[in-house]
């Protein structure tokens, strides 16, 4: 395996672009902030966003921890990568985590200063100060089951026409590449997409209600419905089936956390549904 090594002060925009220096040295893979990258998919690791104390952060993000090491280590020897794009904040930290993740010496080093202006370097601080914004190269769907923190921009603002002020600096936003402004998705979006589940549902007659609530603790979000199932099937096991394929279409789909599911049986349908 060759390693790229791209090195940069923290907040310096290195993350920001990551895939574009990954695209022209023709990397497989990145490890950035604790996690192994590969495609739109991590393989491994956990992000040192999500650690409850800096010095907990930097732990992570150079692998200290065995047992962290020890997964990004297995998903590396059996993901084929040939190009591995390392980022990190100094040479020595580079030098930190290859030692731990057991990766030969960089064959080639890229700095932010030789790639970035100081205009832009400074623009990138200033963003990180002021709006507490980290970018991770991975599209959001796929980091939120790996970061149990905040979102800055997706999806706090899904279900409220108001904006927070203060936005947690351990905040993760998308990557540049996949973000074209603010995504906005209506309640009956996601009525939409339940709709078509229960559609899909042999055992479902029809849902009567649905309600579509955010939690006031956190930017996830709580579904409640009411059904009407046929006659004859089993109920805790469709019911159990429905919150399933609700909750994973729904993230999927809107890369929002869903809560909770809930299911209320309003009644039972004597005539039975035809196939789709």
């Known amino acids: 395996m060759e390693v790229i090594a791209f090195v940069g002060p923290s907040g310096s925009g ?66 084929d990568i040939k190009r591995l794009l390392i980022l990190a904040t100094s040479d020595n930290m580079i030098q930190k985590i290859i030692d731990k993740l057991v990766l030969p010496q960089p064959t080639y080093t890229v700095y932010i200063s030789d790639i970035a202006t100081k205009s832009e370097i400074k623009k990138a601080k200033e963003s990180r100060l002021k709006y507490g914004k980290h970018i991770v190269p991975v599209p959001t769907v796929e980091l939120k089951p790996h970061f149990t923190g905040y979102f800055a921009d997706l999806p706090y603002n899904i ?82 089936l429905l919150q399933k394929r609700i909750k994973e279409k729904v993230e999927y789909m809107t890369a929002m956390q869903v809560k909770n599911v809930d299911v209320s049986i309003r009644s039972l349908d004597i005539n039975k549904k035809e196939a789709i």
């Open 14 to 79: 290195k993350s920001h672009r990551a895939i574009g220096i990954s695209h022209e040295h023709h990397c497989d893979a990145i490890i950035d902030d604790g996690i192994l990258i590969k495609g739109a998919k991590i393989l491994g690791g956990s992000s040192a966003k999500n650690a409850e104390s800096r010095i907990q952060a930097v732990r992570r993000a150079i692998f200290s921890d065995d047992a962290h090491a020890d997964e990004v280590r297995r998903a590396l020897a059996v993901s």
């Open 159 to 240: 279900f409220s026409k108001t904006k927070r002020k203060k936005v947690d600096n351990r905040s993760i936003v998308r990557p540049a590449f996949s973000f074209y402004g603010q995504l906005l998705i209506a309640d009956y979006v996601i009525e939409d997409i339940i709709n078509l589940i229960a559609d899909k549902m042999l055992a479902v007659s029809k849902i009567t209600q649905i309600q579509v609530k955010r939690r006031s603790d956190s930017r996830a979000i709580s579904i409640s419905i009411e059904v009407i199932l046929y006659y004859g099937v089993n109920i805790f096991e469709v019911t159990k």
